[in-house]
């Protein structure tokens, strides 16, 4: 087994970008936490520490993804994960940069209150129902409006 | 027909409220056809995006090196159970080794006389050498030569007192009979029994037993 000493540098150097990152691909605090324990045990098994830089990343990154696929596809939906192929595209980094484009995208050409529903469903998972309250608009039309703002992002995303 | 912009409803529908739908009905929605799927993907960056501005917060690490701990521990004690198993199985094998190494010697020493001395003895007694192993270790039985050629015997006995064995005659190396040899006596008790038999003249000299 690994050196403790060694295990717990590792661990503190590395800790914090892990579990950014399996936050960020799993949409899941609990679920993260599991998948950067998991790899620190099979680090913490081996007799010599990884060498190749990023070695952990990546580990996050294939753990994550492995995770995604054994899940069902409503626990999917419900945390907004990717499906098939795309699962692999997404997590291994080759969607980041657009991702990035389209929440500049959202704040700098979405108009009110497109903007204020999309942050609202996307960064604050609230239903439509629920936006339509706080808005005090109509549910139909908050759809309708949320509809167009995806629409509109990959009609500009497509150019 | 449906427009793709119904078909984004009915997903942002399904999105608002997945229980109500069945695994298939999902994929069916999500997969209906590329812009659908595209919308979806379209929604699953936005989220990652948001994801990642608000997973700028602070992560306790040190609560966390204490969750690892805690996991590694019963790991740790399960590694040095197996160590200490491991340990005590290359302790028997060893033992086991040694054991079976100790047998053989004994089984190898005592099978070359028992083969040829015990021809007619219904009660073999047997022997381990002194000088293979320790007096503490084992007690040496007398070992019962019968019906052995007397150059036989006198070559195993001669060499158990490290001497040398001269025959006179040859009709002597030739003689058999019966003769119990306690190696624990010394060379002269073997050459004073030796000379009990009449048709024997034992002496020895300087280390060397003569048979005249």
Redesign the interface.
Known sequence: MLDKRILEKLFRQNYSEMIHLARVLLGDDAEAEDVVQDIFLRVAEADLPPRKEGYLLTAVRNACLNRIRQMQVREKVKNLLPMGAEADLQLRGATEERADDISAYVDEHLQEPHRSIFHLRFDDDLTIAEIARRLHLNPNTTYKYLAQSIQQIRTHFKR | MET??EH??RL????????A?T?QE??DI?NHDD?TR???????????????????AA?D?DG??Q??EQ??QP??QN?RRMKIAASFIGVLFVSGIAFAAIQLIRHTQQWSPKTEVVVNDATPINVAPTDTLGNDTLVVQPVVYDNIPLKKMLAEIAAHYDAKVTFQSDEARELRFRFVWNPQQGIDQVVSDLNQFNCLKVTLKDNVIIVE
């Open positions: 793709t912009k984004i409803l942002l529908e399904m999105l608002d409220n997945p229980e739908y695994e999902i994929e999500i812009d595209e919308a979806y993907n379209l929604m699953v960056e936005a989220k990652r995006s948001s994801r990642r501005r608000k997973a700028d992560v690490v966390a090196w969750r690892l996991q590694l790991r740790h590694l």
